[in-house]
């Protein structure tokens, strides 16, 4: 028992480390499954799209559009995920969360604490556009929690800076 508990971080400031680690390693674990499989990705990013019919070159961002749920289109609607994208997302996630889980262990570490914040922010933001901008997002359970982790860990850690981070 000694040894799994000398791999967590000390919590003698708060539970902000427990947190930070927490979330490092549910990103490694999430990152590990977008390695092996789309299924999980898919039911996060579940919108449903089809080629628009505007002009435009094929590297345009907008060369699919979001499928009516009703419409004729609807048989040939498909989702965005890509094993190509599974993979791009993979990375990044396995990244922040070994940013995350160092900052657990140094929370004072100014450098530190600011680059797990920004995981959030970055995290958050995409998220949000996902949401209301791309629509390849909907508001349900699986969604809900990196939508909260990202969002509610960038405002909590920006609250608690002064606490962990010495000026």
Do not use: C
């Not at 427990?18 to 499989?37: D, K, P």
């Not at 993979?87 to 889980?101: E, I, K, P, Q, S």
């Not at 969604?143 to 909260?148: A, G, K, T």
């Amino acid at each position: 028992m000694d040894t799994v508990l000398s791999y967590l971080p000390s919590g003698e400031q708060g539970l902000m480390p427990y947190y930070l680690f927490l979330v490092g390693i549910v990103s490694v674990g999430n990152s590990l499954q977008n390695l092996a499989t789309l299924h999980y990705t898919r039911r996060i990013y579940n919108g449903l799209f089809v080629p628009s019919h505007q002009k435009g070159n094929d590297d345009s961002i907008h060369k699919l559009i979001v499928a009516s749920t009703t419409g004729k289109d609807t048989e040939k609607a498909q989702d965005q995920v890509t094993p190509l994208a599974a993979r791009l997302f993979g990375t990044w996630t396995m990244l922040a969360g070994f940013v995350r889980m160092y900052a657990a262990h140094d929370i004072g570490n100014r450098a530190l604490y600011q680059l797990a914040l920004l995981t959030h922010v970055v995290a958050a933001v995409h998220f949000i556009s996902e949401l209301t901008v791309y629509k390849t997002l909907r508001l349900t359970g699986p969604q809900l929690f990196p939508l909260i982790a990202g969002t509610g860990g960038s405002i909590w850690m920006a609250l608690q800076y002064s606490h962990y981070v010495s000026a």
